[in-house]
């Protein structure tokens, strides 16, 4: 599965972005997709997941509220709305997948097979 996540760009606080994730190569509709973030200087960050039928999703207390994620499978897309931004949620954005995930393990990265390029989010003050 190849994912190329898009949507990224600079923003004024309090402001919204809608980052898209999308696969190639093989359907992604039966995977786990998560969200993580990079600030720099620090690690990655989990920020959402959704399963594969939409019907349960993840947040990080930091984004809980002001994010969603949703997924078009007939599209093989995911998508991150970020509402109400803050200059702390500066960071590059990646989305990755993975086919069999246990719930516990949602947050963590090294549980992801495959991995998009990030998309950069700058938000101002």
């Known amino acids: 599965v190849q994912l190329q996540a898009s949507g990224g760009g600079l923003v004024q606080a309090g402001g919204s972005l809608r980052l898209s994730c999308a696969a190639s190569g093989r359907t992604f509709r039966d995977h786990v997709v998560g969200w993580f973030r990079q600030a720099p200087g620090k690690g990655r960050e989990f920020v959402a997941a959704i399963r594969w039928n939409s019907r349960h999703t993840y947040y990080s207390d930091s984004v809980k509220g002001r994010f969603t994620t949703s997924r078009d499978n007939a599209k093989e897309s995911v998508y991150l709305q970020m509402n109400s931004l803050k200059p702390e949620d500066t960071a590059l954005y990646f989305c990755?997948?993975?086919?069999?995930?246990?719930?516990?393990?949602?947050?963590?990265?090294?549980?992801?097979?495959?991995w998009g390029q990030g998309t950069q989010v700058t938000v101002s003050s």
């Open positions: 990755a997948a993975s086919r069999t995930i246990i719930l516990s393990a949602y947050t963590n990265e090294d549980a992801y097979a495959y």
